[in-house]
């Protein structure tokens, strides 16, 4: 079983529509929880870090259940801008090292 | 730019050859992580320094990698006799061991080993 599971998609949305992504972790040892983007052929950029009360940063919020050890994003009113890789991302304490999911693409059209 | 960045951004190499890559992190930041990421996958950890001190090493990372980061600031990772299963982005972070330990990354070294 992979450390952390995501779907890998594409997610093909219109402008405008709300798409979810999930995501789930197998270590319940985990400690932080992150969502970075990653466009074609560039550095993964942190989104948001996930707290354990939900947190919402515009359009985009994030959930943490970690009895379910799951995790979510949520973007409302999808820009064309929003089109790129979605990773999800666990730090799994100690030396904080980040396990990461191998990414759910998203696609926003016209 | 007050980033993470990277030299070389590409480097093209033949199967054999020693390569080193450079790394210097966020200013302030006294943790710094390496990872590797091939297409189509997540970053995976490779090693992790706080100040000089190495102090965890994956075990994707075979006795031909090496990395220091001498002084505390930069950091270096070196691959001997490079392989064709070396082609892959490496990618640096950094982190201030704050803030929920965020994470920020560099741009990355593509290496295409031939």
């Known amino acids: 079983r992979k450390e952390v599971e995501q779907d890998p998609g594409p997610f093909n949305v219109p402008e405008g529509a709300t798409v979810a992504f999930n995501c789930t972790y197998s270590n319940s040892a985990s400690q932080s929880f992150f969502w970075y983007r990653q466009d074609c052929r560039k550095e993964p950029k942190l989104l948001m870090s996930v707290y354990s009360s939900g947190n919402e940063d515009g359009r985009f919020t994030a959930q943490l259940n970690r009895a379910s050890q799951y995790i979510s994003l949520l973007i409302r009113d999808s820009k064309l801008s929003d089109s790129a890789t979605y990773l999800c991302?666990?730090?799994?304490?100690?030396?904080?090292?980040?396990?990461f999911g191998t990414g759910t693409r998203l696609l926003v059209s016209p | 730019d007050t980033g993470v960045s990277q030299d070389p951004r590409h480097k093209i190499t033949k199967r054999g050859q020693n390569v080193t890559f450079r790394c210097d992190p966020i200013?302030?930041?006294?943790?710094l992580y390496w990872y590797r990421q091939t297409l189509g996958q997540g970053p995976e950890f490779l090693t992790y320094?706080?100040?000089?001190?190495?102090?965890?090493k994956s075990r994707l990372l075979s006795d031909r990698f090496s990395a220091e980061r001498p002084k505390g600031s930069f950091s270096t990772l070196e691959i001997q006799r490079t392989e064709q299963g070396d082609s892959a982005m490496y990618l640096c972070?950094?982190?201030?061991?704050?803030?929920?330990?965020?994470?920020?990354f560099g741009p990355g070294t593509r290496l295409t080993v031939t």
């Open positions: 200013s302030e930041h006294n943790r």
């Open positions: 320094f706080q100040n000089e001190a190495q102090l965890e």
């Open positions: 991302v666990v730090n799994e304490g100690g030396f904080q090292k980040l396990v």
């Open positions: 972070a950094s982190s201030s061991g704050q803030i929920s330990y965020e994470q920020y």
